[in-house]
């Protein structure tokens, strides 16, 4: 089954003339790990955005979880979003003033269809199962700005996967984490993906890291709009 | 519900901002409602410096002067009306009392009024509010004085000081003094915050017993002397007085017998509803109440204005959080919600601020607003127009709101990374 299917894009942001992406084809499959990689402002964000439906291409088809994203409404796309796609940024993934087990939980409050997927009473063993996957279940009720950075992007995973999203989009997830770190941060996503079977998308201009993934794509290489 | 507990998150997360806008928009709306309520407290007070007066009857003059020389001590009466026109018209069926008002003289710059039981009977001012006296007895004998609490404080009399009247003078002190012939404190008023305060009552035998010898405006020599005890009430005969308050039995009279007397053939009478004289003149004083009003508008604006920097100074702060509701899923029409709900709330928490700032003030400050100022809180708290002006507070705020929700919903994830690290 293909989770993700793009055929055909083209996306112009509308304040300029130039298309930023081109692209014939994308496909990722059930449970693939793929590693997206391309300089700085070769459209690897939009990319992302037009995945998790924000942004809408101009034509083509945008088809996640067989559902074509460019027909549909924005308020769908919204929801659709909320329910079956988990996004994490490269920084700064978490609300502030929410402590680390708010944070988590936010999209369970935000969609009703992710919140369907996990019972009201299995919420809390849920939230616990994956903290402590995740080495942050003793962090629960501190507020996130006592955090590290490395434990941040912890709990942006933990976000990512409550409600068991087929897709998980990460836009440079480690670009503020040391070497060291980087690593151990991307396996331990894979491993709690793998248990979930969960299709990642993983986005970074670091091209040290492809050898970790089942499959590595240059996005200026499928992409038919030269860039700078 | 998450929706609220976000949005009251949000807001205590950036407390001092937050509580400084409200704070800013609170203290514009207690301006506005203390300069409404000041104004109308103003125009009750000086509209209603006489009340329940149908006509007001002088010799004929400008009804502004009529009003100025008799209901505010101001400017002088430049005739009289003759006894005999007063009897006349007080006899009529249609009239239900009147007061008779004798100006002319002063003692030490206040004004001395000789009138009759009827003032202390009838007179009143702000509504029901009656001149009432604070020790003492009214002035109904020839050479009782009954004095107004301004006088009393200024002047330091006591029941029973004799006080010697100027002759003509009603401002500064005059050259002729009626000294043969002093008047004793027989009374003394409570404050009111009207010109009451500022007068000195007698009978209206009192003012004639005072100018019984006096010839052609010049005081009495030796032969014409006539001493103060030999000067009875019984054989006394009083000829003329400036002006009197008339109340008719039924108030559709009024507009008829005001024509009466205004045509009133063997003296030019003038005959005024003061209720009408008295709100045109206050509407000729009004600019500034106006000007104040539009100073308290820019007030609101400018707290607004302040609200809305506010929100877009946060919202540059708050993208990313933005990006990552966005990234959950949370649609425009929920980023705009939350926006709104921020501004709407802010201006709530300032409209009540404002009010309470409002009425705990004018509770406060009441009793000094009334003996420094004769400000009087006549009239209610609260009324449609302060009603009005906070709707319209609120809606602008809701206004407000949607300017920063438009630019957060149009943003995208990307704007949440904006901040390369």
């Known amino acids: 089954m293909n989770i993700v299917e793009l055929q055909q894009i083209q996306f112009i942001y509308s304040s300029s003339s130039n298309p930023v992406l081109d692209i014939d084809s994308l496909i990722l499959k059930k449970g693939e790990k793929v590693f997206l990689y391309g300089p700085s402002g070769c459209g690897k964000t939009t990319l ?8 809408v291409p101009q034509s083509g088809k945008v088809s996640i979880l067989q559902k074509d994203l ?61 903290c402590t996957r995740l080495g942050i279940s003793n962090l629960l009720l501190k507020p996130v700005s006592e955090l590290s950075v490395g434990q941040q992007q912890r709990v942006a995973v933990a976000r990512a996967m409550l409600g068991k999203p087929k897709l998980i989009l990460a836009d440079e997830p480690t670009s503020a984490l040391d070497h060291d770190l980087r690593e151990k941060f991307i396996r331990l996503l894979f491993e709690v993906c793998s248990e979930q079977q969960t299709t990642v998308l993983f986005v970074s201009h670091d091209r040290t890291l492809s050898p970790l993934f089942d499959r590595s794509i240059s996005l200026p290489a499928i992409n038919k709009v030269v860039t700078r | 519900m998450i929706f609220l507990r976000l949005a009251i998150k949000s807001l205590r997360n950036r407390m001092f901002a937050t509580s400084l806008t409200a704070i800013s928009i609170a203290l514009s709306i207690t301006l506005l409602l203390a300069v409404e309520r000041t104004k109308r407290a103003a125009e009750e007070g000086f509209t209603q410096s006489v009340s329940q007066v149908d006509l007001l009857v002088g010799a004929r003059t400008g009804p502004l002067n009529l009003i100025l020389y008799t209901v505010f001590n101001m400017g002088s009466a430049s005739n009289n009306i003759s006894w005999n026109a007063y009897q006349e018209i007080k006899s009529k069926p249609e009239v239900a009392w009147t007061i008779p008002y004798s100006l002319g003289d002063g003692h030490k710059g206040f004004r001395v ?24 007895a009214p002035a109904l004998g020839i050479w009782d004085a009954a004095i107004g609490s301004t006088v009393a404080k200024q002047l330091g009399y ?40 500022d007068s000195i009552y007698i009978s209206l035998f009192g003012t004639e017993a005072m100018h019984i010898d006096w010839q052609s405006g010049a005081a009495p020599d030796h032969n014409h002397h006539v001493p103060a005890t030999s000067i009875k009430k019984e054989n006394m005969q009083i000829d003329q007085i ?54 308290s508008w820019m007030v609101i604006f400018v707290g607004l204005a302040a609200m809305l920097s506010t929100l877009l100074a946060g919202l540059n702060e708050r993208r990313r959080e933005m990006a990552i509701l966005r990234s959950l899923g949370a649609g425009p029409a929920r980023i705009t919600l939350l926006m709104v709900f921020e501004s709407a709330f802010l201006t709530l928490i300032g409209i009540i601020l404002g009010v309470v700032f409002n009425l705990c003030g004018f509770f406060i400050l009441q009793n000094w607003l009334q003996n420094e100022f004769g400000l009087y809180m006549v009239g209610p708290a609260f009324t449609s127009t302060e009603f009005i002006y906070l709707l319209i507070t609120f809606v602008f705020g809701i206004f407000v709101g949607l300017i920063p929700a438009y630019k957060a919903s149009k943003a995208a994830l990307k704007d949440g990374l904006a901040v390369r690290v």
């Open chain 2, 242 to 295: 400036t002006a009197f308050f008339l109340r008719t039995k039924s108030r559709v009279e009024t507009l008829r017998l005001q024509r009466e007397i205004n045509s009133y053939a063997k003296e030019p009478l003038l005959a005024v509803i003061p209720g009408v004289t008295l709100g045109e003149l206050w509407r000729g004083l009004s600019q500034i109440e106006q000007i104040l009003k539009i100073i």
């Open chain 1, 70 to 130: 460019a027909q549909s409404t924005a308020a769908d796309r919204d929801q659709f979003r909320g329910a079956h796609i988990g996004y994490i940024f490269q920084s700064l993934n978490l609300i502030p003033y929410l402590n680390v087990q708010e944070n988590i939980t936010l999209p369970l409050y935000l969609s009703k269809q992710r919140r369907s997927k996990v019972a009201a009473s299995n919420e809390a063993s849920e939230l616990q199962n994956i």
């Open chain 2, 113 to 136: 009024i000789g009138t009759d039981e009827n003032f202390y009977e009838h007179y009143r001012f702000r509504g029901e509010e009656k001149p009432e006296l604070a020790e003492g």
């Open chain 2, 158 to 197: 006591k029941l029973g000081d004799k006080i010697v009247i100027d002759h003509g003078v009603t401002k500064g002190v005059g050259i002729q003094h009626h000294d043969d012939k002093p008047f004793q404190v027989s009374g003394i008023l409570k404050p009111t915050g009207t010109a009451l305060d």
């Open chain 1, 48 to 55: 992302l955005e037009i995945l998790s439906g924000v942004l």
